[in-house]
Each structure stands twice: as structure tokens, then as C-alpha cells.
């Protein structure tokens, strides 16, 4: 079975009130190394990358172009592009002309790191609308609906050319709306998994957001690629599945 990696990017910094307030999230070690500025919490890119090509790994990074300054970040998200990492378009739905701002976004994005080929929805508000645009826009899939809303894990075709990759498994939903330790959260994961292999599926999608690889829950996924590469998955980003 194929284990599809991706990464949303929410954000990449927060004031230190909204650190501190959280503070039991985070390790001292990496608490006391943002205080000191000395380390982003947020910005987890470069962790990311140092996580996944540890294996030989490459995942899909799903990037908004209106949360913060973009270009910021531009620079290493096109030399991550260059080592092999796919980057997408993390879409923010807005509520009044959809067609005007998914190309202007997209537009921006294949402006600073080249053409690129995915799209997820942030929060996941996917509309039956909206996949009609991203198919209009000439996406080659969407990333935002949950397998267990559309009852299956293979890339499909939704809308003309466009698939749909549906996600397996989200890191927010198991330590959010699930409230689970992290524990709780391994056997969950390795149920999801080994479950959905059990069932004969070619294709499962994982989503951990980059902001979280520090947090608590959020470190077990450095656990979770040790797992896949210990049992020999087959680990890809979202577009090298397209017709697997």
C-alpha cells in the first residue's frame, strides 16, 4: 500500500502571549529556544525536510499565499521544489467570487516556485462548487475531502481531468476533535493504517500540518516515518499517486 505524506501550512509564527499560553504543548528544551528567539515553534519547514529526507522521503506541502507574506518563504520552498518536494496550494475560501481569487492564488504560487498541480481547502470546506473551479482552474486533484466521506482512500477522478485524494488520516482531528493523548493517538494511527491495508486499499493519505511537528502529538510523527520505513511502505507525495 501506498502511504501519500502532505503538510498544511497554517502558519509560521505566533505572538509569544499565544506561546506562553500553550506553553505545555511544546518541550522546555524548544520553548525555552523560541523565547530566546532562537528557534521557530511555527516554522517547521526545514524540520520537515530533515524528518522525511532522513528516509528518502518526499511529501506534498500545501502553501497559502494569504496568511502571511509568502515570499518570505518563497526562496526555500522553491529549493525544496528542487530536492524533490511537491508544494500546493493550501486555498482559502473567501465568500464572494471563488473563480477571480483561486487564480490569482494559484497564479501567485506558480509565480514563485513553478507550476504546481494540487490544491487543498483549508478547514477542509469543500463544496461540490468548489471542486467545479479547482477543475475549471486546471488542478490535476483536490486533496480536501475526508475518506470517510467519500467511502474510499484511491485517488479518483471527481471533475473532468481532476481527481480527488482523500485524506486517511489528519493530525487535527485526532488531537483536536478526538481529544486524544498521544498514546491513544499510535494505536489509533496504526489501526487506521493497518485496517485500511487489511481491506486491500493501494492508496492511504496522511496529513500532519508542519506547525505541529513540535507539539505534543505532533512529534509522533518522526515515530510515524521510522514505522513506515521499518515496514517498508511505499512513501510518495500526492502527485507521483495520480494513476497508481
Not at 520553548?31 to 530533515?50: D, F, G, T, W
Not at 515570499?71 to 465568500?95: C, N, P, R, T, Y
Not at 471563488?98 to 497564479?107: A, H, N, Q
Request: contains cysteine; neutral net charge; proline residues 2%.
Amino acid at each position: 500500500m501506498r502511504i501519500i505524506l502532505t503538510h498544511d501550512v497554517d502558519s509560521l509564527s505566533k505572538p509569544i502571549s499565544h506561546v506562553l499560553k500553550r506553553w505545555r504543548r511544546f518541550a522546555f528544551k524548544d520553548l525555552l529556544m523560541h523565547v530566546l528567539s532562537l528557534k521557530s515553534l511555527y516554522n517547521n519547514l526545514s524540520e520537515l525536510e530533515r524528518l522525511e529526507d532522513r528516509y528518502d522521503y518526499r511529501s506534498t506541502i500545501f502553501v497559502p499565499v494569504v496568511f502571511f507574506p509568502i515570499s518570505d518563504i518563497s526562496s526555500q520552498l522553491s529549493k525544496m521544489a528542487e530536492d524533490g518536494w511537491e508544494i500546493a496550494l493550501h486555498f482559502i475560501v473567501e465568500g464572494f467570487q471563488l473563480r477571480s481569487l483561486i487564480k490569482m492564488e494559484k497564479e501567485r504560487l506558480n509565480a514563485l516556485v513553478g507550476n504546481i498541480h494540487g490544491v487543498r481547502t483549508h478547514m477542509l470546506t469543500i463544496s461540490e462548487k468548489l471542486l467545479e473551479e479547482y477543475c475549471q482552474a486546471g488542478f490535476k486533484y483536490d486533496s480536501s475531502i475526508r475518506a470517510e466521506e467519500c467511502g474510499r482512500y484511491e485517488a479518483h477522478k471527481i471533475c473532468g481531468d481532476m481527481n480527488e485524494i482523500p485524506i486517511g488520516l489528519m493530525d487535527a482531528d485526532i488531537f483536536g476533535r478526538l481529544n486524544m493523548n498521544e498514546n491513544e493517538a499510535w494505536s489509533y494511527i496504526l489501526s487506521k493504517i493497518e485496517n485500511a491495508e487489511k481491506k486491500g486499499e493501494k492508496q492511504f493519505t496522511i496529513l500532519f500540518h508542519q506547525e505541529s511537528l513540535r507539539m505534543r502529538g505532533g512529534r509522533l510523527y518522526n515515530k510515524l516515518l521510522e514505522y513506515l520505513n521499518e515496514n517498508s511502505y511505499k512513501v510518495s507525495k500526492c502527485l507521483d499517486a495520480l494513476g497508481s
